[in-house]
């Protein structure tokens, strides 16, 4: 596509529930990254995927957070077991390499309950 | 222990006025990065510096990469409400993972 896209662009869930959120990369880009963002403010790292190599996890806050990339494109972030603190909006970039850049999506707010 | 900080983290000023932005490590990076987001989307590369002392210009924004590589600024000149927004940087480390690291951002308030 021509963009990233994520999906859903908003979710509400009750605390203790599972989610999925979903992240279309730019046809082509072999990288892929999440990132949290609360109220705001600076990204916070979660994980990065390039190409067929092991994910780097170093960023996931907790074992409830996984993520996995399919085929080499289409991503899905799952937080299981939902808190408050899970709050925030999520966001996916994709990219051919970090030197050039990331192209972001528009972020999943996702707000616990 | 923020890699990249960044300042001043909040920033407010009337239309007209100039500011900078500034962004600073002990670390070295090979290249470093601005990006620009606005309410309710990502953030978007603004550009991209390599070289130790380098200067890009984008209309009335111009940034600049320490000697050292340790370092950026980002100058506006005569701001504009339009470029309102949270204004990241991000550095890419010069050994191990291929990511890029972020400064928790500038919030940036032009008011009319």
């Known amino acids: 596509g021509a963009g990233v896209s994520q999906s859903p662009s908003n979710k509400v869930t009750e605390k203790g529930k599972d989610v999925e959120l979903r992240c279309d990369p730019i046809?082509?880009?072999?990288?892929l990254y999440w990132y949290r963002q609360s109220l705001g403010q600076g990204l916070e790292f979660l994980i990065y995927?390039?190409?067929?190599?092991?994910?780097?996890k170093s960023g996931l806050p907790s074992d409830r957070f996984s993520a996995e990339r399919t085929g080499g494109s289409v991503s899905t972030l799952t937080i299981q077991r939902t808190q408050q603190e899970d709050s925030a909006v999520y966001l996916c970039?994709?990219?051919?390499?970090?030197?050039?850049?990331?192209?972001f999506g528009s972020g999943t707010r996702l707000t616990v309950v | 222990t923020q890699l990249l900080e960044q300042s001043p983290q909040f920033l407010s000023i009337q239309e007209g006025e100039n500011l900078t932005v500034y962004c600073n490590s002990s670390?070295?990076?090979?290249?470093l990065q601005w990006y620009r987001q606005e309410p309710g989307e990502g953030p978007v590369l603004l550009v991209t510096?390599?070289?130790?002392?380098e200067v890009k210009k984008l209309k009335r924004l111009t940034f600049q990469f320490g000697d050292a590589r340790k370092d950026s600024s980002l100058h506006i000149t005569a701001a504009q409400p339009g470029d309102t927004g949270l204004y990241l940087c991000?550095?890419?480390?010069?050994?191990?993972?291929?990511?890029?690291?972020f400064g928790q951002g500038t919030r940036l308030t032009i008011n009319p």
């Open positions: 970039a994709s990219s051919l390499a970090a030197r050039h850049g990331y192209t």
């Open positions: 046809s082509g880009h072999t990288a």
């Open positions: 995927f390039q190409g067929n190599s092991a994910p780097d």
């Open positions: 670390s070295v990076f090979s290249s």
């Open positions: 510096v390599v070289t130790g002392g």
């Open positions: 991000a550095g890419l480390r010069i050994q191990g993972a291929q990511k890029l690291v």
